[in-house]
Each structure stands twice: as structure tokens, then as C-alpha cells.
């Protein structure tokens, strides 16, 4: 009895050796794994300092030292040559891109923001900032961002295999005044750098970011939501190779946040024939891409996916023009957030629209081909006439009855001239006193006509270089009234 008590006891005792060699194994291996990220850390809190520019700056860090350098203007703006419209109007149509740097969205009350609805102007003098950021507040921020962070060591020259495994896409929000993630995380006390990587909106299904077991640089994946009101505006911030001291308590790292998406809005000029815009598309874009947060570059080359963004004008009402002023067909909400690219010169990314002139839908469309999407940057497409001169004139003739005090000429003779007034549904006068030479087959005209269904076209003969749009009645229905005020 007393031997097998023994050998029981020995048996015993192997076993809480081997148990305990278990356990020591196990530490030491979540010590190896967590030991250099985690370890050496001071009682300093990391906290951050938010901050919103207008423009994007190209392949440059965004710390606090750019503040300063960043020279953008949110006034320049500049036009390209304009796109040629295809359609079947009988009227050419061009299409001028213009551009201005930063992102140009207007809130209820005609103040400039960012489509995530933060503010971009100086509260103080209401202005548009034209050089710095102005910082996020409870009242005009972005509700929170994510951030990822990597700890190199003080030697370290770049991030080559390193991971963001010390801050892994974590939700950055304000509280007590202060942006912080939600976990406090603590600066490392031994000389390690920090480089931190952050993105606006955090938390949304169109921008997926890489996880912690991707190393290397950072990126987040863009796709645009085919529901355009929904589509967020991309914002992105670096910092890199911080550090703190003990006594650099409270100190924030600063985010200077810049602008990943270009803008898109489209307008019409008050040139434009009237009827109803009941749709605008951009087709065979890429909209799927994925933004390197350290390089502040999109590949555009692999990995993306191309697709069609539309959305229908006013539900299903469309926007009517009346051609007596410009209108803006999309704005707010529905200005379009696309990827940067570059159109090549072979590229089938089109706009479209949908118009309704009165005489049933016509399809425009403009080829983006050649063409070029900035980062940053705002562009609104002015759907203008410029240069309409396709309209023909078939025969000219007298009515029956002819309330003019000359006999009229029953023929034309090459080099005859005759006079054209063009007035729109609102009386209005879209060309006056254009001149029409025959020459002997057909008219010629001097200058181009707009032509509409819902137009009013008068004619006189013989051709007087005197006349103007105050020798005639615009809201007459009878050539007789039109010209009563004339010999």
C-alpha cells in the first residue's frame, strides 16, 4: 500500500510540472506576439488634433508642418475645352468642364461644406479658407474617423514589414474636448516611433479598410454607391514617425485631413433650348479603387472595377428649363464622389442625359475620353449651345392673306436677304434680327439660331440692318403684330 502512495505522489507530481511548463510556454508566447508592441509604454495617453483642408496634396505627408506650406486656393478655378455633345436636338451642344480645388458642396443655407457635412469656412469671417484647415468641432465636424497605427523602432527608415497591429483601425471620436480612440492606447517610452494613418467616414460600407495582418503601407478601398445622395466624401490623414516625451503630456497628434474624391455637379446655361432634364449618368467610369494612405495615390491600374452612377432629377419630375437663366441640376447631396482617373483617348466613359425639349426624350451624350478627374478638386459640367448654327430654313412663303401695305414677292433671287426674330415660350427674345442670304437653292444664315418646338420663329423681307429686339412686340402671336411698330 504505502508503494503505490508513492508512486501515485511522483505521478502527481510529474504532471503539475508538466502543467506548469504548459503555462510558462504559453506566456512566453503571447509575450513574444504582444512583447515589442505593447511593451515600454509610458502613462502619456495618444490623443489627436483633427483638421480639414480643402484641397488634397499630392504624394506629401499630412502633419502639421504642411499647414503652412499648403498654398491652394479654393477660388482658382479654371475651364478645359469643351466636350462635344452628341445628340439628335438638330442643335450642337458642348459641354465645359470647370474645376476649382477643394470640394464645393452647399448646405440649406448656401454655406460651403464637405458632403460628410463638415463646414469648410472660417466661422469667424464666414469666408472660405483658402490656405489652412480649419478644425473640427462638435458643430461642424465629421461625427469620427478610423485610425491604424505601427510602431517602428527609432532606427526604422520606413514601414518594411511592419503591420498596423498597435492601433488597428480603430474608431476616433470627440470627447471632452478631445479626439481619442475609445481604448486608451499610450505612447512608447523607449524612443519607438508611432506613424499613424486615418480615414473619414469610419464605419461606412462603401470604404473598407486593410486589416492588421496586412503589412506593409496602409490603404482603404472606395466604391461609389450607386445611390448617389448616399455616397460619402472620402477623407484621409497621415502622420508620421511621432514620438512623445513624459513631459509631452496631452500633446495631440495632428491629422490634417484632405480630400480623396473628386466632385462632379452638372449645370445647364441659360442658352439652352427649354424642356425638362429628367436624368444625368456618368457610364463606364471606375468606381471601385483602392487609395494608399501613405502615398496619397490611387491605383487605378489593378484591383478596380468600372460601373455606372446615375440618378433621376428631381424624383420623377426632372428640372424644367425655361432658358431665362442658368440652373444647377445637381448639387447637396447629389453632387457625385467619383474616383480620380484619367480618361485615355480610347476610354467609353460617357456622361448622359435624359431631355425632354417637347417633342419626346433625347438622349446627350459627352465622350470623357481624354480627360482628367483631380483629386480634390470640383467639377462642374455647363451643358452650354455655343456656336449653334445647324438649323436649315426650307422654303420661305407669304400667308394667303397679307395684311402688308407692299405687294409681296411671290419668288427669291440669289443674294435676296431676309430678317429673323427667334422668341422663347416666355417671350423672350433668344436672336434678334438674324440675317438669311438665298443663294439660289437654299438660305444661308449669318449666325447660328437656337431652335425649340416650343419657339416662335418670325421672318420679314427685305433685310433692314436697323432692326433690333425694341422694334418688335415679343409677345405677339401674328407676324402682323410682331412688326407693327415697324415701316
Request: glycine fraction near 10%.
Given at each position: 500500500m504505502s508503494r503505490k502512495f508513492k508512486r501515485n505522489k511522483y505521478i502527481d507530481l510529474l504532471c503539475s510540472l508538466y502543467l506548469l511548463l504548459i503555462v510558462c510556454l504559453c506566456i512566453c508566447s503571447c509575450s513574444e506576439s504582444e512583447g515589442f508592441v505593447y511593451s515600454n509604454l509610458s502613462t502619456n495617453k495618444i490623443s489627436f488634433k483633427a483638421i480639414t483642408t480643402e484641397g488634397w496634396i499630392n504624394g506629401t505627408s499630412n502633419n502639421s508642418s504642411q499647414d503652412s506650406k499648403t498654398t491652394r486656393s479654393v477660388l482658382q478655378s479654371n475651364e478645359n475645352g469643351p466636350l462635344i455633345v452628341k445628340s439628335n436636338l438638330h442643335t450642337p451642344l458642348y459641354l465645359h468642364p470647370v474645376t476649382q480645388i477643394g470640394i464645393h458642396i452647399q448646405n440649406a443655407n448656401d454655406k460651403p461644406m464637405t458632403k460628410s457635412g463638415a463646414r469648410i469656412i472660417d466661422e469667424s469671417t464666414e469666408t472660405?479658407?483658402?490656405?489652412?484647415?480649419?478644425?473640427?468641432?462638435?458643430?461642424?465636424?465629421?461625427?469620427?474617423?478610423?485610425?491604424?497605427?505601427?510602431?517602428?523602432?527609432?532606427?526604422?527608415?520606413?514601414?518594411?514589414?511592419?503591420?498596423?497591429?498597435?492601433?488597428?483601425?480603430?474608431?476616433?471620436?470627440?470627447?471632452?474636448?478631445?479626439?481619442?480612440?475609445?481604448?486608451?492606447?499610450?505612447?512608447?517610452?523607449?524612443?519607438?516611433?508611432?506613424?499613424?494613418?486615418?480615414?473619414?467616414?469610419?464605419?461606412?460600407?462603401?470604404?473598407?479598410?486593410?486589416?492588421?495582418?496586412?503589412?506593409?503601407?496602409?490603404?482603404?478601398?472606395?466604391?461609389?454607391?450607386?445611390?448617389?445622395?448616399?455616397?460619402?466624401?472620402?477623407?484621409t490623414s497621415n502622420s508620421i514617425n511621432q514620438t512623445r516625451s513624459k513631459s509631452s503630456a496631452n500633446v495631440g497628434v495632428n491629422m490634417t485631413f484632405s480630400h480623396a474624391l473628386t466632385?462632379?455637379?452638372?449645370?445647364?446655361?441659360?442658352?439652352?433650348?427649354?424642356?425638362?432634364?429628367?436624368?444625368?449618368?456618368?457610364?463606364?467610369?471606375?468606381?471601385?479603387?483602392?487609395?494608399?494612405?501613405s502615398t496619397n495615390t490611387?491605383?487605378?491600374?489593378?484591383?478596380?472595377?468600372?460601373?455606372?452612377?446615375?440618378?433621376?432629377?428631381?424624383?420623377?419630375?426632372?428640372?424644367?428649363?425655361?432658358?431665362?437663366?442658368?440652373?444647377?441640376?445637381?448639387?447637396?447631396?447629389?453632387?457625385?464622389?467619383?474616383?480620380?482617373?484619367?480618361?485615355?483617348?480610347?476610354?467609353?466613359?460617357?456622361?448622359?442625359?435624359?431631355?425632354?425639349?417637347?417633342?419626346?426624350?433625347?438622349?446627350?451624350?459627352?465622350?470623357?475620353?481624354?480627360?482628367?478627374?483631380?483629386?480634390?478638386?470640383s467639377i462642374i459640367y455647363k451643358l452650354s449651345t455655343s456656336s449653334v448654327n445647324t438649323m436649315t430654313l426650307g422654303t420661305i412663303s407669304y400667308p394667303s392673306s397679307w395684311g402688308g401695305v407692299a405687294t409681296p414677292t411671290t419668288s427669291f433671287s440669289t443674294g435676296n436677304e431676309i430678317g429673323l426674330f427667334v422668341v422663347d415660350q416666355n417671350n423672350n427674345i433668344k436672336n434678334s434680327n438674324v440675317k438669311a442670304t438665298y443663294n439660289g437653292s437654299s438660305w444661308v444664315l449669318s449666325t447660328g439660331l437656337l431652335f425649340s418646338p416650343q419657339y416662335k420663329y418670325f421672318a420679314y423681307y427685305p433685310y433692314q440692318s436697323g432692326y433690333t429686339s425694341s422694334s418688335v412686340s415679343p409677345s405677339a402671336t401674328s407676324s402682323d403684330a410682331f412688326f407693327s411698330s415697324v415701316g
Open positions: 472660405v479658407v483658402p490656405t489652412r484647415g480649419s478644425p473640427y468641432t462638435s458643430s461642424n465636424m465629421v461625427n469620427s474617423f478610423g485610425v491604424l497605427a505601427y510602431r517602428t523602432p527609432s532606427t526604422a527608415t520606413d514601414l518594411s514589414g511592419a503591420a498596423p497591429d498597435f492601433i488597428n483601425n480603430q474608431e476616433v471620436s470627440l470627447a471632452g474636448g478631445m479626439w481619442k480612440t475609445g481604448t486608451d492606447y499610450f505612447w512608447p517610452d523607449n524612443g519607438d516611433k508611432l506613424s499613424f494613418f486615418s480615414y473619414s467616414p469610419f464605419g461606412n460600407s462603401n470604404v473598407t479598410v486593410a486589416g492588421a495582418s496586412s503589412s506593409g503601407t496602409p490603404s482603404v478601398t472606395y466604391t461609389a454607391n450607386t445611390d448617389v445622395p448616399s455616397q460619402p466624401d472620402l477623407m466632385a462632379i455637379t452638372f449645370a445647364v446655361g441659360k442658352d439652352m433650348v427649354p424642356g425638362v432634364f429628367k436624368s444625368i449618368s456618368i457610364k463606364n467610369a471606375i468606381t471601385t479603387a483602392t487609395y494608399n494612405l490611387w491605383n487605378t491600374s489593378s484591383g478596380t472595377s468600372t460601373g455606372n452612377i446615375s440618378i433621376n432629377l428631381n424624383g420623377t419630375t426632372g428640372v424644367t428649363i425655361d432658358g431665362t437663366s442658368d440652373v444647377a441640376l445637381t448639387s447637396g447631396t447629389n453632387t457625385m464622389m467619383m474616383i480620380p482617373q484619367s480618361f485615355a483617348s480610347g476610354s467609353t466613359a460617357v456622361i448622359e442625359a435624359v431631355f425632354n425639349n417637347g417633342n419626346g426624350d433625347k438622349t446627350l451624350t459627352a465622350s470623357l475620353a481624354g480627360t482628367t478627374w483631380a483629386a480634390g478638386t
